[in-house]
């Protein structure tokens, strides 16, 4: 019988970061019940990427790497072209400035495989700069997890794990009408999750992600959190009936007013103030999402550090 292959696909814009995204795959300690394959695709109006990509790539003979180049500045083009390009039964999402550890692909395939998993996600853990302040580095807000509420309603593709050829996972798509603002991956995999597929989180398979400098303060914070309020109002709260969604809203409105008044009281503890509201602003985004507001672009824009 045949190693089952994995597809690691890495969507990059602009970011030199990849070459380390890459190596990090390289890296990878996995038994000989598995082969792996490598799809970086480059979502810049020019092939960028291709000469650093190709470079990082030949320092690993073992690695079979495709470069694939989809312009358009638009991530959903990117991600698709990563399931156009990917052979593999099993397909991991990883981003490009994202490193690996070294079991991050076995710890995915052995939870899949003993638990009888459709779909997984993995942590990413921030690595911030030394110059961070200290309720950036307190509060933690950068790291991504889903959390311990079960079921799982939706996920991220910064560290993902689906089996390719599940009856609902085949035909999915990542939206384009999404791959400026983002969201798309929200959207794919709560697909996945009123398809029936069997999700959960692996807490070893960890990723690790340095934070750039323009996301290490407040404004930031807040500004992604309730656009990621408002994508997860349009896509996971409000899909139900009328009435049912303005349950839903009225039980957002309150979440914002008792995370503000939260905030307030404890105001003399800078990290704890502002974790409550930048919870407040997601809860923010979801109430704007019952009103249609639209989420703000930020993928293709020049800076690469600018897309979340």
């Not at 690996?100 to 495989?113: I, K, P, V």
């Not at 798509?173 to 709560?190: A, I, K, L, V």
């Not at 839903?248 to 007013?257: D, G, I, M, N, Q």
Request: aromatic share 10%; proline share 4%.
């Amino acid at each position: 019988m045949s190693a089952p292959l994995i597809s690691v696909c890495i969507c990059t814009f602009r970011r030199k970061s990849v070459c380390e995204t890459i190596a990090s795959i390289a890296r990878q300690k996995v038994g000989p019940e598995i082969s792996l394959e490598v799809i970086v695709v480059d979502n810049d109006v020019e092939p960028s990427a291709k000469d650093y990509v190709e470079a990082t790539a030949a320092k690993f003979a073992q690695l079979d790497l495709k470069y694939v180049h989809a312009p358009a500045r638009n991530i959903s083009i990117a991600r698709n072209a990563c399931l156009d390009h990917a052979n593999g039964e099993w397909i991991a999402f990883i981003d490009d400035d994202e490193v690996a550890t070294e079991q991050w692909l076995q710890h995915h395939y052995d939870t899949a495989m003993r638990d009888n998993l459709d779909l997984s996600f993995g942590p990413v853990i921030s690595v911030y700069p030394d110059h961070a302040p200290d309720w950036i580095r307190e509060i933690d807000l950068h790291s991504i997890s889903v959390g311990d509420r079960r079921p799982i309603l939706t996920g991220h593709t910064s560290n993902a794990f689906f089996k390719r050829q599940h009856p609902v996972i085949a035909p999915l798509r990542f939206s384009e009408d999404r791959g400026r603002s983002g969201g798309e991956d929200t959207q794919f995999f709560h697909q996945c999750h009123l398809g029936g597929a069997k999700i959960d989180e692996v807490k070893a398979a960890v990723v690790h992600e340095p934070v750039a400098d323009n996301r290490l303060s407040l404004d930031w914070l807040v500004k992604n959190k309730f656009r990621s309020g408002i994508t997860y109002g349009k896509v996971v709260v409000y899909q139900g009936s009328a009435l049912r969604n303005l349950f839903k809203l009225a039980a957002s409105v309150v979440k914002v007013a008792y995370l503000m008044v939260l905030a307030a009281l404890t105001i003399a503890s800078t990290a704890t103030s502002r974790r409550h509201y930048v919870r407040a602003m997601f809860h923010s985004g979801i109430v704007a999402a019952f009103f249609s507001v639209k989420e703000a672009e930020y993928y293709g824009n020049l800076s690469p550090t600018a897309a979340d």
